[in-house]
């Protein structure tokens, strides 16, 4: 079996401060790993995704995400967030034939 | 590309009713998801379709849920009777072969008075 485990629930933030969501997975194979973003009143969409190759990988709007394969970890970073990036965010998994499953997500904040 | 369409948006009934879904995925996607998504927490699948064939239903309450995707295209879900901890967002998502990557639609939401 595989689960998802997102620490943060709830995240709150200024303007222009650095932002760092963890999530971890259980599975002992090769994984994908996705993190999904969704923005107040609209639908999940990705930000970023894993198959294999470079562990640090750069998503859309500033995000990164790095996997760490001995802490089955693929937490996710952006060095200045903006108010735009209030959303809830989730992480994702999918290991071998299972179907993605999704962390129960961190909802963030950013004040002007 | 037209993206993943859900219908209703919104719907409240009472508890004992019954009540459908529907959506319709991208052009190609083989792959369809429905996935229950309550207040506060992360989407939970309930069932995966192959074309039209089911592939995993293990987390689909059959005793009051059921889906289907007669012409692996189009997929409806139905709950009846719907509980009051019916009430969420349900989600319909397709996959892309190539990459895996989901995408989904906006979203059903059921509130059960």
């Known amino acids: 079996a595989q689960s998802v485990s997102q620490h943060n629930h709830h995240v709150i933030l200024s303007e222009a401060a650095s932002l760092e969501l963890g999530c971890n997975y259980s599975y002992g194979g090769t994984v994908n790993l996705f993190w999904y973003v969704q923005y107040p009143g609209q639908h999940l969409q990705l930000l970023l995704k894993y198959f294999s190759g470079d562990p640090l990988v750069k998503g859309i709007k500033g995000f990164e995400a790095e996997f760490i394969k001995s802490k089955f970890s693929f937490n996710l970073r952006k060095p200045s967030v903006q108010w735009s990036d209030t959303a809830e965010y989730f992480c994702a998994v999918k290991g071998g034939s299972y179907i993605p499953t999704f962390g129960r997500g961190t909802s963030l904040i950013v004040h002007p | 590309e037209a993206g993943v369409a859900q219908s209703p948006r919104y719907k409240i009934i009472e508890k004992r009713q019954s009540v459908a879904f529907w959506c319709n995925p991208i052009?190609?996607?083989?792959?369809l998801y429905w996935y229950q998504q309550i207040l506060g927490q992360g989407p939970k699948l309930l069932i995966q379709f192959q074309n039209n064939g089911v592939v995993d239903d293990s987390q689909l309450p059959k005793d009051r849920f059921s889906a289907e995707r007669l012409k692996g295209v189009d997929s409806t879900l139905k709950i009846q009777p719907a509980k009051l901890e019916d009430s969420a967002v349900y989600l319909c998502a397709s996959q892309a072969a190539n990459t895996g990557e989901l995408f989904f639609g906006e979203g059903s939401r059921l509130t059960v008075l």
């Open positions: 052009s190609g996607h083989a792959t």
